[in-house]
């Protein structure tokens, strides 16, 4: 792995924090782990850019995700395998099926560099390249996507405060802020 390629972080009280390489969620878009004793889905929505850890562990039991090839507001669809329930990643809400309206608890996690990862968790575990799977590991195969003006196949709002359709931002709890603003003013 290059120094600065990118990987969800996962830290986990009392366990050795996971990285997971967004070169590998970036063609498979789902990594149902469990750490310690907690089962995880970690996500990542190439389209929208967002990788979203969640609990497993729901009323209706632990489940297992996939990924639905569906989308809606330009963010990706997945399924649970135990009820084939819709889940909206960007939110961890179930939308159609069994278990539509039940949350998902998300955990934290955040994008860091291979290198920023390595270095502050030297006993960290990293997930391997998939066994079986040949893909152009590394490569965006929806490229020209982050370029364009419009996410394909939204309608809905354009982002309040003048915001890019398309650009990056930071998400924390209920709150986001646009990486350009970040990066202009350092702190907020």
Known sequence: MSPREPVITVELE???PRGYPVRYLMWHEIAN?????????VTFCPLCNSGITFDRRTDAGVLSFGVSGKLRNAD?????????????QAIGEGIVGELTGMEL?????????????????????????P?????NYGENPYL???????PFLYNGEVPPHDIP????????????????????????
Do not use: C, K
């Open 14 to 16: 009392g366990q050795a």
């Open 33 to 41: 782990d469990t750490i310690g004793d907690v089962p995880v889905a």
């Open 76 to 88: 990706m669809i997945m399924y649970d395998h135990q009820t084939e329930s819709w889940w909206q």
């Open 105 to 129: 608890q998300s955990l934290p996690s955040w994008m860091e560099s291979w290198e920023v990862f390595a270095s502050r968790n030297p006993e960290g575990l990293m997930m391997q390249q």
């Open 131 to 135: 066994e079986g799977h040949l893909r």
């Open 144 to 150: 020209r996507y982050d370029s364009s003006v419009r």
């Open 165 to 188: 359709a398309m650009a990056r931002v930071v998400r924390v709890g209920e709150r986001a802020w646009p990486l350009m603003r970040l990066s202009e003013e350092r702190e907020i």
